[in-house]
C-alpha cells in the first residue's frame, strides 16, 4: 500500500487528453515539492516535472503538473502512442522521514 | 551530457551482500546527491536512500536501516550502494539517480542509471 495514491490505469485516445492524479496527507505532499516520473517499458524512469509544475529541458509543454493542498495532478495532452508508459508521482514525507512514491499508474494511448 | 552507468547484473544467495556501483560523468559530482532507487519484478518504485557526494551525508529508508550502506569515492565520481542479509524479495531492478539535493537530503531525481539486475535466489 502506497503512502501516496494514484489511479492504477487511464487511458484516452492519440490527440487526446489525460490528467493522473496523486493523493497524499499533509506530511508530504501538502508541505512539501511534487515530481513526477516517466517510465517507458523496460526502461529507466526519467524526470518529467520537478517542484510541482516544473518541467526539466527537454520535457515539451505538453507535459504539466499542479499541485492543490494534498494533491497533485499530472496533465498530458495532445497524447501519442509514445506517450504510453508507466507513471509515478513523488515526494518527500516529513512524518516517515522517507522520500515516497505513489504506486503508479499505466498510461494506454488507444 | 549527463550520464551514470552502473555495474552488471548480479546473483547473490540468500543471507549474502550485493554491491552496486553507479559511475557520474558530464558533471561536477560533488555538486549534487545521489539517490537510490529499487523496483521489483512488476512493481512499482521504492526509494532506498540518498547521499549527499559533497560530505558523504546519508539519509536511509526506514525500512532498510541496519541493512544498506552508501558511499562515494569523489577521486573515480563513483557511488556503492551494499545492501546486506539479503532476502528472495530483495530481487529487483536497482538504480542510482542524480539526486537535485546535494547536502541537505533528496529532492528530486535528475538523471537515472541504467539499473542493476539483483536476483537472490537459492
Known amino acids: 500500500q502506497s503512502v501516496l495514491t494514484q489511479p492504477p490505469s487511464v487511458s484516452a485516445a492519440p490527440g487526446q487528453k489525460v490528467t493522473i492524479s496523486c493523493s497524499g496527507s499533509?506530511?508530504?505532499?501538502?508541505?512539501?515539492?511534487v515530481s513526477w516520473y516517466q517510465q517507458l517499458p523496460g526502461t529507466a524512469p526519467k524526470l518529467l516535472i520537478y517542484?510541482?509544475?516544473k518541467r526539466p529541458s527537454g520535457i515539451p509543454d505538453r507535459f504539466s503538473g499542479s499541485k492543490s493542498g494534498t494533491s497533485a495532478t499530472l496533465g498530458i495532452t495532445g497524447l501519442q502512442t509514445g506517450d504510453e508508459a508507466d507513471y509515478y508521482c513523488?515526494?518527500?514525507?516529513?512524518?516517515?522521514?522517507?522520500?515516497?512514491f505513489g504506486g503508479g499508474t499505466k498510461l494506454t494511448v488507444l | 551530457q549527463v550520464q551514470l552507468v552502473q555495474s552488471g547484473a548480479e546473483v547473490k544467495k540468500p543471507g549474502a551482500s550485493v554491491k552496486v556501483s553507479c559511475k557520474a560523468s558530464?558533471?561536477?559530482?560533488?555538486?549534487?546527491?545521489i539517490s537510490w532507487v529499487r523496483q521489483a519484478p512488476g512493481q512499482g518504485l521504492e526509494w532506498m536512500g540518498w547521499?549527499?557526494?559533497?560530505?558523504?551525508?546519508?539519509n536511509y529508508a526506514q525500512k532498510l536501516q541496519g541493512r544498506v550502506t552508501m558511499t562515494t569515492d569523489t577521486s573515480t565520481s563513483t557511488a556503492y550502494m551494499e545492501l546486506r542479509s539479503l532476502r528472495s524479495d530483495d530481487t529487483a531492478v536497482y538504480y542510482c539517480?542524480?539526486?537535485?539535493?546535494?547536502?541537505?537530503?533528496?529532492?528530486?531525481?535528475?538523471?537515472w542509471g541504467q539499473g542493476t539486475l539483483v536476483t537472490v535466489s537459492s
Open positions: 499533509s506530511s508530504n505532499i501538502g508541505n512539501n515539492y
Open positions: 558530464g558533471y561536477t559530482f560533488t555538486s549534487y546527491g
Open positions: 513523488g515526494t518527500w514525507d516529513s512524518s516517515l522521514s522517507d522520500w515516497v
Open positions: 517542484e510541482n509544475n
Open positions: 547521499i549527499s557526494a559533497y560530505n558523504g551525508n546519508t
Open positions: 539517480a542524480r539526486d537535485r539535493g546535494a547536502v541537505a537530503g533528496p529532492e528530486y531525481f535528475q538523471h
